[in-house]
């Protein structure tokens, strides 16, 4: 006798929408928009209304990081002309064309339902996929290169073109893919022949080459005003990616499935060995690899849910036992036991800004910028520096300086010229090397305005800052960025930007250490007695910008004694006029009074010469 057939009650697909739903659920519930996002937001006004593509509308600058995410909220923006809601739901409805594009290229709806399952157990996922930033843009971009490049028929033309509007909506965001596309590159031009190939890879990059020639044309620069603000430190490479580790430790305490889950995939792919998801890995693993080289961000976990989506893609098509939902619910049940076990949910002393300048972001504007706050009585976001944006359109302010322009900038409207002392929006400041601080908070590089630039801002342009080689740069800099478009004089002076002819104009240290004390060493000697106290009579305290002693004439001296506090580091670097002839660190002692410390001066300066020294 044959025994009747068992029919599932819920079929797996149904399964893999309600994981979906659940999902958007979540996403809907977090629903917010950063500050951040609305730097972006003032271009996109500023555009919608008529005044191109700028931020402060007598400037072309690019203070936006993700042309395509700009062109996205401009769509929105142009028929609802409102920010806050219209930018939740963009990116709502985003994150949901992703979720769904997972399940679509999933291998079975077993692995849909734990691809997106994972994506739920993410706090850092779920947050920036309203945030107004980026990110959910460069999810669905990357689950539909990953599909694409899976299906193995798709033709190269559609991959590259992927990868073109992923570059063009986070230029980084091309590492991920780069190894995959390199591969898909290669086999096509086994079969068809370079030529082919070439043809193929030109024709999808079209869009990112076309956009990168009106960016030259237009703001006169091929990146963004952003990327000059945030590479343009002059940070030591050490310390940046010190920082880049702390930002890994901190995602790892605020969000841990950010990273395991991308670790588990990448572990999946290699231990299956199948060759194209091995591609994606790498491209994974050096994207995360690239987060800790610049220093992370400031806000914690956005740039790490990149590799946790394409991780958890990993696994939507990998060959893991995931084909019937209750195969799914065993692969799930160990991250289920490791995310919720007591270690994962130890509350972690975690502050919305934490001593190492990482912010959970929406924990800092959540009362003032939330979904679920908007009442018909208040507007969002409903910031004070909203309220100070509105106040200086009313009084019809010319121009002000601050250091967090996104809701100021955007309320504030396009009457109102924002100096940007953090240097995303202000092209000046941008190619101004950081005022160093010990201190410093990543994605927060302060520059030192130069005197009078101020006033400059004010009159429209015309220089009035007492640093005569700065207002010749800065001449150079505003004929690019206000002059007239189709000049020739403007094509010159734009090329002769981007191949570095105006650097020697700047003095970076200056700019740099503004506050540098310089003294000569007749007036450090005689030292103070051995063993004193650091503010014994006759000590002078070493500011973070440094103290730049003149010898009044060369030296060729093969060691040198110094007087120092022991429980400091110090780091001398000799000059000889501007050249820099090498430096020595001396490391802090056992105790605090001052001691004499015997010091080897560098080989290269005792050969050549030094007549300064430069104690920090």
């Keep these: 006798m044959e025994l009747p057939q068992v029919v599932p009650t819920v079929r797996p697909k149904w399964l893999a929408i309600g994981a979906v739903t659940v999902l958007l659920g979540l996403v809907l519930r977090s629903s917010w928009v950063t500050e951040d996002a609305y730097i972006t937001l003032r271009t996109v006004d500023n555009w919608v209304n008529g005044y191109g593509l700028t931020w402060n509308v007598d400037e072309r600058v690019q203070a ?62 779920v947050e920036f996929s309203t945030s107004g930033l980026e990110n959910p843009l460069s999810h669905l971009l990357i689950i539909t290169f990953i599909g694409l490049y899976a299906m193995r028929t798709k033709p190269l033309w559609q991959l590259a073109l992927t990868a073109a509007v992923l570059a063009m909506n986070r230029i980084d965001a091309i590492l991920v893919v780069g190894p995959a596309l390199a591969h898909a590159s290669y086999l096509d031009l086994e079969e068809r022949g370079w030529k082919e190939t070439l043809r193929s890879l030109l024709l999808g990059f079209s869009p990112f080459l076309a956009w990168e020639a009106f960016s030259l044309f237009y703001y006169g620069f091929p990146f963004p005003n952003t990327a000059y603000a945030k590479l343009n430190t002059g940070l030591p490479r050490l310390e940046v990616i010190r920082q880049g580790f702390v930002y890994w430790v901190n995602a790892l305490a605020w969000d841990a499935p950010l990273l395991i889950v991308a670790l588990f995939g990448v572990a999946t792919a290699f231990i299956q060995n199948r060759r194209r998801d091995i591609f994606i890995a790498l491209g994974l693993l050096g994207y995360e690899l690239y987060v800790i080289n610049i220093g992370g961000d400031f806000m914690q976990g956005r740039f790490f849910t990149i590799p946790f989506f394409t991780g958890a893609c990993l696994i939507a098509i990998s060959e893991l036992p995931l084909e019937e939902p209750s195969r799914a619910a065993a692969v799930l049940a160990p991250f289920a036991f490791l995310f919720l076990h007591p270690l994962a949910t130890e509350v972690f002393p975690i502050a919305a800004l934490n001593l190492s300048g990482i912010a959970d972001e929406r924990t800092f504007y959540r009362d003032d910028a939330s979904l679920v706050l908007f009442t018909r009585n208040r507007n969002m976001p409903s910031h004070t520096w909203i309220a100070l944006g509105k106040e200086l359109k009313s009084k019809n302010e010319k121009t002000f300086s601050f250091d967090n322009i996104g809701f100021l900038g955007f309320a504030a409207g396009p009457g109102v010229h924002i100096i940007d002392q953090l240097a995303l929006s202000e092209p000046l400041l941008a190619r101004l090397p950081m005022r160093y601080r010990h201190s410093w908070r990543v994605g927060h590089y302060h520059r030192h305005v130069p005197e009078g630039f101020r006033e400059t801002a004010k009159a429209g342009g015309e220089c009035k800052m007492t640093d005569k080689k700065l207002c010749e740069y800065y001449g150079h800099l505003r004929e690019v ?26 003095d970076r240290d200056k700019y740099r250490y503004p506050d540098m004390q310089r003294t000569s060493l007749d007036s450090l000697t005689p030292p103070v007695p051995e063993r004193a106290g650091w503010t014994a009579p006759g000590t002078k305290t070493i500011e973070d910008d440094g103290l730049m002693v003149d010898l009044s004439k060369p030296s060729h001296a093969v060691r040198m004694d110094a007087m120092f506090d022991g429980n400091d580091n110090y780091k001398l670097e000799f000059f000889l006029g501007d050249t820099s002839q090498g430096s020595i660190d001396s490391a802090a002692l056992a105790t605090g009074l001052m001691r004499t410390r015997h010091l080897k001066v560098p080989e290269r300066a005792s050969k050549e010469g030094f007549d300064h020294v430069l104690v920090r």
Aim: cysteine-free.
């Design 64 to 125: 936006y990081t993700h042309p395509a995410w700009m062109f996205l909220l401009s769509l929105g923006y142009f028929f609802t002309r409102e920010a806050f809601t219209t930018t939740i739901l963009i990116g709502w409805l985003t994150t949901a064309a992703a979720a769904f594009t997972v399940v679509h290229f999933a291998r079975t709806a077993g692995h849909a339902v734990a691809a997106v399952v994972l994506l739920t157990l993410s706090r850092g996922f």
């Design 481 to 506: 960025i206000s002059g007239p478009l189709f000049s020739w004089s403007r094509f010159k002076t734009i090329a002769a930007f981007n191949l570095g002819m105006y650097e020697k104009l700047i």
